[in-house]
């Protein structure tokens, strides 16, 4: 079955300090991950996504297919960096089904 | 441009009605998905339609179905409403589905 974990309801780090966002996923293919993001008040959206390979606002992610995992990292969190992370697969193909992680909520202290 | 519209924000209704909810996409967005987000279970899917068909289904039941229109708005429908259909309902549209979805603020459902 496919399925996303985000061991993480939430994580608390001070500003400055390394972030990482753990995902793991269970699928049999050769899923596409994505990394979702909600800041308060505001929509969910796009943060990143595995083929992209891009870096964005410092984030980064690797698929790591042995470890079937997908974490979420950055160097050095920043306070504007709160809010609610969400891990989501998408089984292969053009179809606009994604199975999301029960989201991690990241809490950045000044 | 303009992002995903969902209509009405809010909606208090009570066990055993219906209940219809919309979205319309981003211009030039053929796929549309529906989202079920509670505390308990999270985000879950429930349907996309693409080009006015349904094109994948989640695992609800029957109760929950949907429609696109030839201008690629879409509704959703529930009846026969439980309290635990209570939840935040979003809809994603995508210019194929399997591009970046854009997401809507979603539609408050309450059931009493």
């Known amino acids: 079955a496919q399925r996303v974990t985000q061991p993480e309801k939430l994580l608390s780090v001070f500003k400055g300090a390394p972030v990482e966002l753990k995902c793991n996923y269970s699928y049999s293919g050769s899923p596409e991950l994505f990394w979702y993001v909600q800041y308060s008040r505001q929509r969910l959206q796009l943060l990143l996504r595995h083929i992209s390979r891009e870096s964005i606002k410092g984030f980064t992610a690797d698929l790591n297919k042995g470890e079937t995992s997908f974490h979420l990292k950055k160097p050095f969190a920043q306070e504007e960096d709160s809010a609610m992370y969400y891990c989501?697969?998408?089984?292969?193909?053009?179809?606009?089904?994604?199975?999301f992680g029960k989201g991690t909520k990241l809490s950045v202290k000044p | 441009k303009a992002g995903v519209t969902q209509t009405p924000r809010y909606l208090i209704k009570t066990r055993g009605q219906q209940v219809t909810l919309s979205c319309s996409p981003i211009s030039g967005h053929r796929s549309v998905s529906w989202y079920q987000q509670t505390p308990g279970q999270g985000l879950q899917f429930l349907f996309e339609?693409?080009?006015?068909?349904q094109r994948n289904k989640g695992n609800f039941p029957g109760r929950f179905s949907g429609r696109q229109f030839s201008n690629s708005r879409s509704e959703m429908n529930v009846s026969t409403l439980e309290l635990g259909d209570s939840a935040l309902y979003l809809c994603?549209?995508?210019w194929g589905g399997g591009n970046e979805q854009f997401f809507g603020p979603g539609t408050r459902l309450t059931v009493l």
């Open positions: 994603a549209s995508s």
């Open positions: 339609y693409f080009s006015e068909t």
């Open positions: 989501a697969l998408r089984g292969g193909g053009s179809q606009g089904n994604l199975i």
